[in-house]
């Protein structure tokens, strides 16, 4: 079976790099820079949407056995496929099947006739069944804001639901003809085109809200199709919610993103003060465990749904280093936002949380896709790469060093089943825990203040122990107390007795 990867890695494609000057980032972009991922140490990739759509983001699918020309083709896929396995990079396709486009010839048929027989592959209700069932308004949540999700069809005494926006109505999957589509699907992009597995949208929204108890029971089924179609496929959801709402979902899928975990680690950053952090995760690890005890905790620090890390703390990089810190020590598979490793700036709306990615510091840098014209991340205020690479103190190569020791450390790199321990120092300007590894462990201690801090032996029996990883050369181990400075991390191993 092909080895869990350790430290994965999303890319908006129409962001990325672009390989035939038209501006908008595209599959053999991607492919001409597998050499720079795996140079940082990237396993696998999570490519958003790749197919044919309507929309910038491609959220919303026209056609699900096709690539975006904007993108490419299929033969550009299959390349890049090949080139990412070659060197040990696997790929995850976003599959949206929550909801298609109103322009796919699905819906296209569906709206045109009560009696069309794609009409149940959506959600359709008249004004009066829907005041009887109370779902003409929804509360919004993190990962809609649709308050009115039913959406008028001219002519047409009913309306169909599309929790997201009009544009997308959501699949009824109620339909036993459209779970015979689907699987056709998986079935094309598993074994004829040969991607490693998916990455699953709106997870907790595959039925409406009124039915929201099935969502479980299908994902179930989902894992079990999965598996059969081809053995060991990864399938990681988006369950944008708190742990005992994502917890059930671990028994169809193999993975979830861990939500709260990242904006916990937002909020540490924020307020420079630990409250309680390991707990927390500790916490939520029974509650994982309870229905699937090898349960992946996919974490990360930002996604494209959310402002880039790089601004929620202000554009301050040694805070920037130490988020990088807390993610690729902490127990989990973690993902990173392409950019981050740059630290990429972006806020609300989204298109400004998925700008053009900085290759060069030139002006006109033909790989750079500027289908939109950036306001966060421009060079005036981002290191391009090619500044950052060759400077050993840059974000990217603190980066490329914590993936580095990661993928080295095994107490580091262990994803299934999380060794976690709390370390508790009495002073919440620190954040300290321990990873217990019978190879061997690792203390890992993050200064979360603006001051620099400092640690004495007998506290950790630092005497005991050598020095992994430090943010900042200044961090020694001596006689004298540890020495942190502002926001630095340090990791350290046992270290055996010589023989």
């Given at each position: 079976m092909t080895p869990l990867p350790k430290v994965c890695y999303e890319i908006f494609v129409r962001s990325f790099c672009d390989s035939n000057g038209d501006r908008i980032g595209d599959l053999n972009g991607i492919t001409s820079r597998l050499d720079y991922l795996r140079e940082l140490g990237i396993e696998a990739l999570w490519l958003t949407p790749v197919h044919p759509s309507p929309s910038y983001h491609k959220y919303d699918v026209l056609d699900y056995y096709a690539i975006d020309p904007e993108y490419g083709t299929l033969d550009?896929?299959?390349?890049?496929?090949r080139e990412a396995h070659q060197r040990g990079i696997q790929v995850y396709l976003d599959l949206i099947i929550n909801h298609t486009s109103v322009l796919h010839p699905w819906f296209e048929e569906a709206r045109q006739s009560a009696q069309s027989p794609y009409r149940s592959y959506y959600w359709w209700m008249n004004q009066e069944q829907i005041d009887r069932l109370g779902v003409a308004v929804r509360s919004q949540t993190a990962d809609s804001r649709e308050v009115y999700p039913w959406h008028d069809n001219a002519d047409d005494p009913e309306k169909y639901y599309g929790l997201f926006f009009k544009g997308m109505p959501d699949?009824?999957?109620?339909?036993?003809?459209?779970?015979?589509?689907?699987?056709?699907?998986?079935?094309?992009?598993?074994?004829?085109?040969?991607?490693?597995?998916?990455?699953l949208d709106a997870a907790r929204h595959i039925y409406p809200e009124w039915l929201k108890e099935k969502n479980h029971a299908f994902w179930e089924e989902f894992g079990q199709v999965v598996e059969s179609t081809r053995k060991g496929t990864y399938t990681v959801g988006e369950v944008w919610a708190p742990a005992q709402e994502v917890a059930p979902y671990f028994k169809g899928l193999k993975a979830a993103f861990h939500f709260d975990l990242s904006f916990e680690i937002q909020l540490l950053l924020l307020r420079g003060r630990d409250k309680g952090l390991v707990e927390k995760l500790l916490t939520d690890y029974t509650i994982f465990e309870e229905h699937n005890r090898d349960f992946i905790d996919a974490t990360m620090l930002t996604n494209h749904d959310q402002n880039r890390i790089g601004s929620v703390v202000g554009g301050d990089i040694r805070k920037m280093k130490l988020a990088a810190?807390?993610?690729?020590?902490?127990?989990?598979?973690?993902?990173?936002?392409?950019?981050?490793?740059?630290?990429?700036?972006?806020?609300?709306?989204d298109p400004r949380i998925r700008e053009p990615f900085l290759w060069t510091d030139e002006r006109d840098d033909p790989q750079r896709p500027l289908w939109i014209k950036p306001r966060h991340s421009r060079r005036a205020n981002v290191r391009a790469l090619a500044l950052q690479q060759p400077d050993p103190d840059s974000l990217f190569n603190h980066y490329k060093r914590l993936i580095a020791l990661r993928k080295s450390h095994p107490a580091l790199g262990q994803i299934i089943r999380p060794n976690l321990a709390a370390f508790p120092l009495d002073d919440t300007e620190w954040l300290a825990y321990y990873r217990p590894h019978d190879e061997q462990s690792a203390w890992v201690l993050h200064n979360l203040s603006g001051q620099t801090k400092y640690l004495a032996h007998e506290q950790i029996g630092l005497e005991k122990h050598q020095l992994l990883f430090a943010t900042y050369p200044t961090t020694l181990l001596r006689d004298a107390p540890l020495e942190v400075p502002p926001y630095g991390s340090v990791v350290l191993g046992y270290a055996p007795p010589a023989e």
């Open positions: 550009d896929f299959k390349r890049l496929l699949l009824n999957y109620d339909s036993a003809n459209l779970r015979t589509e689907i699987r056709q699907i998986m079935d094309f992009w598993l074994n004829e085109m040969g991607v490693d597995g998916f990455r810190a807390l993610l690729l020590t902490l127990p989990g598979q973690p993902y990173l936002y392409y950019g981050e490793e740059i630290g990429m700036l972006g806020m609300k709306p």
